[in-house]
């Protein structure tokens, strides 16, 4: 199946300056089997070694000098390096830490050869205090879930996905097409991006009992992963918790919602690991005053996104039923998983070399509460996203972040056809603000970046002359 990143992986092999490359995500994301692809359309040779599955193959790299380590791995594989054309793959590095440091002296000594590594629990032995990080000589890639987009791909809709992918604010979208995309968002809803599931629902045409059925293999997977490589961790503690995220996710988490009987300080360290794991990530409050956004988070606020928005369903209990093609749809649990969707594609939308983060605002003053789904940057201005379920929805959050933060430019997803509306914004007791309002729906998702940079003049715009 066709992955964007594999476009990243093409203009990594070509530099003159390449370092190894380590993919991080989280398991069953589709890691090696990018690798796997990108091995066969571009190289001769492809090397793999599993240290999950052969930790002893570890000893091939002992020795000091880099040389030998390459001519022990070509006795091992019963195959010649060539650098150039061979590429070198180390899956599931973290069960090998002592590898991953070495990697320096590829890339100082035999800087020619291509090598990839992948660690489905890295984040685990990057945190390990004797682990020392060949700084400087390795470069990141992180992979999350297939996008819509490359869903439509995998399904065969290579048309609705090159349709998404051109689409400008000034055409119209017809209304069949608008409803063929939003069938598929729903489909996407149930299924989800991991590979496994996403090929599962291609081969038995969409049986989603097949789909439940892998979707549940990877979950026990992960909870398998709990107890395996952390030494001290309260199993039936840590599991307890996962179960317990679907039903925060939209959000600010308490941790007595997720375990009333625990200390808070327990299940925050809980929540860690299930973030280095990347089963979830953490959206901290930001205040949203400029860029970075991270310069200004607190992080007693944050709310939860899932790995996966099928994931997410299938803990749920979500089925066909409750997505019928003409129901709002995106109202089923509070409209949770239309926002675990945007999140989760907001969260990969930056560069694949960047570590994925997410923000979004929350206000708590007395009497006067607020919060805006997401926030994103663009054009060096801070742009606040609200997901609304169903075509309709107040917009009260948004107008108060608007107003005090005086921001041209706001976002709205919901399942209605894209508008851009000149408004202002209607708070009690203070001056209406001029903003530029852009209404997209969900399935447009992955081009909102594209699509902002082109609108022109913001404040232009906001008086109509843009």
């Known amino acids: 199946m066709k992955r964007y990143a594999l476009e990243m992986l093409r203009k990594w092999k070509n530099e003159p300056n390449r370092k190894p490359l380590v993919i991080r995500g989280a398991r069953q994301v589709g890691k090696t089997e990018l690798v796997r692809i990108f091995a066969k359309e571009e190289f001769d040779t492809l090397i793999e070694i599993n240290f999950d599955e052969h930790p002893g193959k570890a000893s091939l790299f002992a020795d000091e000098d880099i040389l030998s380590v390459i001519r022990y791995i070509e006795i ?31 890339y100082e000594r035999i800087p020619q050869l291509h090598v990839i590594c992948a660690g489905s ?51 119209t979208i017809p209304e069949a097409i608008h409803a063929k995309l939003r069938s598929s968002l729903r489909d996407y ?6 590979p496994g599931v996403v090929k599962a629902s291609v081969q038995s045409n969409c049986d989603l009992e097949d789909v439940a059925r892998e979707q549940h293999s990877i979950l026990q997977t992960y909870y398998a992963d709990f107890g395996k490589y952390k030494q001290k961790v309260n199993v039936p503690f840590l599991q307890g918790i996962f179960r317990n995220i679907p039903a925060q996710v939209g959000k600010t988490v308490k941790y007595t919602s997720l375990n009333s009987q625990a200390r808070a300080a327990q299940v925050k360290e809980n929540l860690e690991l299930l973030e280095k794991a990347r089963l ?7 205040d949203g005053n400029g860029i970075p956004l991270g310069a200004e988070i607190n992080p007693s606020y944050f709310k939860l996104i899932f790995l996966d928005t099928g994931l997410l369903s299938a803990f749920l209990g979500l089925r066909l039923t409750d997505f019928l093609p003409n129901a709002e749809y ?61 075509s309709r929805g107040r917009l009260r959050s948004l107008h108060m972040f608007v107003q005090e933060k005086q921001v041209p430019l706001a976002v709205r997803f919901n399942t209605d056809l894209p508008s851009i509306h000149s408004t202002h914004t209607a708070i009690a ?6 903003f530029v309002l852009l209404s997209l729906p969900l399935y447009l998702v992955e081009q909102t970046q594209r699509l902002v940079e082109g609108m022109g003049d913001w404040t232009g715009l906001q008086d109509g002359t843009g």
């Open 429 to 434: 007791g203070k001056e209406a603000r001029p």
């Open 189 to 194: 809803f149930l299924t989800g991006g991991l």
């Open 330 to 390: 995106t109202l089923i649990h509070s409209g949770a998983v239309a926002e675990q969707f945007v999140g989760q594609h907001l969260l990969y939308s930056a560069e694949p070399w960047a570590e994925p983060s997410l923000y979004y605002w929350n206000r708590q003053s007395p009497g006067s509460t607020a919060e805006v789904d997401y926030l994103m940057q663009c054009r060096g201005q801070v742009i606040p996203i609200e997901v609304k379920a169903g």
């Open 280 to 286: 979830i990530y953490r959206v901290f409050h930001s």
């Open 121 to 171: 629990l890295l984040d685990f032995a990057l945190s390990e205090p004797t682990f020392s990080m060949p700084v400087g000589r390795i470069e990141f890639l992180y992979l999350g879930p297939m996008t819509f987009g490359e869903f439509l791909l995998a399904r065969g809709q290579g048309e609705l996905e090159d349709y998404l992918e051109s689409y400008s604010l000034t055409r």
């Open 76 to 106: 091992d594989s019963n195959m010649k390096i060539s650098p150039g054309t061979t590429l070198l793959f180390l899956d599931e590095i973290q069960a090998a830490p002592s590898v991953l440091s070495r990697l320096r002296y590829f």
